[in-house]
């Protein structure tokens, strides 16, 4: 999104928020390697690792609300570096508080107050007075969190597990294979193949976005390797998802390299998962098994509405109700049913 500047735009100020962060960063190591004994500072660096994800679930989401209010209504110029952040973070965080689909092309500047108002985001009126304090306080901690991550993740090199995805999918295909067989009503099978293909892709969709959470983490913050095994992807699709991740340029982007990957997932506000490497295997077996369904069921169900269409009772739009899709949309995956036979 362009950063239009109005007329009446206030005048933001811009901390030194590389001062701010080495300060803190500084301040909070002083304070860890006082501690006399490595368990003593572990269990502080505990202690204030939970207090300050407690702080950050507070000021980030502030610190949104302040940045959008003056991104959308005012237009100052490059309000990104009033909030400590890079430009691409405040397009995205404006884009969701106006609902728009990152695959929706911008909508010109003049355009977001209206939007604004229809999508019910806040006008602050002394956002600018207010971001570069909450901004600081945002910074900070996130300083004095890198600090305590990196000493009770140091970066240890992880070994993950690798499932046998291949045996996964099978049982999984099996098991809506022998459910659908079982239905012999051709009427039936095709809601019932329906419905399990909507639940399945609807549990994928939630399980893969944690799933590619965990797996970013590892990626960017440890020295995971393969992670794109463990999560039981192709290599090349987890490279997209990492350059979808750090807002990179399809054709011209270049992934970090590994010395570099922390700090590029930090300005892209990727999440560190702490337990991560623990939950990854049980994400993975359930997307790739709730996908396999989806893909089962979804085939079967297009077999059984090809069956179907034509017979007495039956017509495309019946069809279109029982399986709750577009009628184009069936109609299509009907026809390339009957194309191939």
């Known amino acids: 999104m362009p950063n239009t500047v109005t007329p009446d735009a206030p005048e933001l100020q811009r901390p030194d928020f590389e001062k701010i962060r080495q300060d803190a960063a500084d301040a909070l190591k002083a304070e860890l390697d006082a501690i006399p004994t490595l368990q003593e500072r572990r269990g502080r660096a505990h202690e204030l690792y939970r207090q300050i994800l407690d702080e950050l679930a507070v000021v980030r989401p502030e610190r949104d609300r302040l940045m959008v209010s003056l991104?959308?209504?005012?237009?100052?110029?490059?309000?990104?570096?009033?909030?400590?952040?890079?430009?691409?973070?405040?397009?995205?965080?404006?884009?969701?508080?106006?609902?728009?689909?990152?695959?929706?092309?911008?909508?010109?500047?003049?355009?977001?107050?209206?939007?604004?108002?229809?999508?019910?985001?806040?006008?602050?009126?002394?956002?600018?007075?207010?971001?570069?304090?909450?901004?600081?306080?945002?910074?900070?901690?996130?300083?004095?969190?890198?600090?305590?991550?990196?000493?009770?993740?140091?970066?240890?090199?992880?070994?993950?597990?690798?499932?046998?995805?291949?045996?996964?999918?099978?049982e999984a295909s099996e098991e809506v294979r022998t459910a659908l067989k079982a239905i012999k009503d051709p009427g039936a099978r095709l809601k019932e193949a329906a419905r399990i293909a909507r639940d399945a892709d609807a549990e994928h969709v939630v399980v893969a976005a944690e799933r590619d959470r965990c797996a970013l983490s590892l990626d960017f913050y440890t020295r995971a390797r393969a992670v794109d095994k463990a999560m039981g992807v192709a290599r090349?699709?987890?490279?997209?998802?990492?350059?979808?991740?750090?807002?990179?340029?399809?054709?011209?982007?270049?992934?970090?390299?590994?010395?570099?990957?922390?700090?590029?997932?930090?300005?892209?506000?990727?999440?560190?998962?702490?337990?991560?490497?623990?939950?990854?295997?049980?994400?993975?077996?359930?997307?790739?098994?709730?996908?396999?369904?989806?893909?089962?069921?979804?085939?079967?169900?297009?077999?059984?509405?090809?069956?179907?269409?034509?017979?007495?009772?039956?017509?495309?739009?019946?069809?279109?109700?029982?399986?709750?899709?577009?009628?184009?949309?069936?109609?299509?995956?009907?026809r390339a049913v009957q194309n191939r036979r």
């Open 71 to 170: 991104a959308i209504y005012q237009r100052p110029r490059a309000a990104h570096e009033a909030a400590g952040c890079t430009r691409d973070v405040q397009r995205r965080t404006v884009r969701a508080a106006l609902g728009l689909d990152e695959a929706m092309p911008a909508p010109p500047a003049r355009e977001w107050a209206d939007l604004g108002r229809a999508a019910n985001v806040p006008f602050v009126q002394d956002a600018a007075a207010k971001l570069p304090k909450v901004a600081t306080q945002h910074e900070t901690l996130i300083a004095r969190r890198r600090v305590v991550r990196d000493l009770l993740f140091p970066g240890d090199s992880i070994k993950l597990e690798r499932l046998d995805f291949k045996t996964i999918k099978d």
């Open 236 to 334: 090349n699709a987890f490279d997209e998802l990492r350059r979808v991740s750090l807002r990179l340029d399809r054709k011209t982007g270049h992934l970090p390299a590994e010395d570099e990957k922390k700090a590029a997932a930090e300005a892209a506000e990727i999440d560190f998962v702490e337990d991560a490497a623990d939950r990854l295997p049980d994400l993975a077996r359930k997307a790739a098994a709730a996908r396999t369904r989806h893909l089962t069921a979804a085939a079967i169900r297009n077999e059984t509405a090809a069956e179907l269409d034509g017979r007495p009772g039956w017509d495309m739009r019946k069809i279109a109700d029982e399986t709750g899709l577009h009628i184009d949309s069936i109609r299509a995956k009907v």
